[in-house]
């Protein structure tokens, strides 16, 4: 066999391989996007007739599902009664839209129990859960920036 047609063996063998390869390159590359929606960064404190909810999360539901852009959030709620949201990745933020705000003053890993159930706590337990919470917050789809949000809570 000929060098030029052995070469030319080797360039039909390979060639099919060498297309899809490039055509998945090309797929996964017109396919790839934003991960998630937008989302604004938000953060606050929350408070308890002037003093800060010391401990627990604070989460943001969304009111309506809007075909999946909507997304549940939530943050730990540190000693001095700070939080920052997170939705996709730790610190990310909000994705706009409306929501109803919870807070749960327990820290730690809740069992399938307690979950939404009143607690002796410092806050009332109508902050537990979304039905109840009077707490609501709407990010605008133009923000821009970090927006802070504080809640104070009362009875």
């Known amino acids: 066999m000929r060098l030029f047609d052995l070469c030319e063996t080797v360039r039909r063998a390979t060639q ?3 297309i899809a ?7 996964a590359g017109g396919c790839s996007g934003p991960a998630h929606p937008p989302t604004a960064k938000v953060h606050g404190k929350v408070t308890y007739k002037g003093e800060a909810v010391a401990a627990g999360r604070i989460s943001f539901v969304p009111t309506t599902l809007d075909g999946g852009t909507s997304r549940p959030a939530s943050g730990g709620i540190q000693a ?3 939080y ?14 409306d929501y109803i705000v919870t807070i749960d003053p327990r820290s730690g890993v809740l069992s399938d129990e307690e979950v939404g159930k009143p607690v002796a706590s410092t806050i ?15 990010i605008p789809a133009d ?8 809640f104070e809570l009362e009875d």
């Open 84 to 97: 920052t949201l997170s939705s996709f990745a730790e610190g990310d933020g909000v994705s706009p839209g």
């Open 124 to 138: 009332p337990a109508t902050y537990l859960n979304a039905e109840q919470s009077p707490l609501k917050a709407t």
């Open 80 to 82: 001095d009664g700070s």
């Open 21 to 27: 390869v490039l055509a998945s390159a090309l797929v």
């Open 16 to 18: 099919p391989l060498a």
């Open 143 to 150: 923000s821009k920036g970090d927006i802070e949000l504080n």
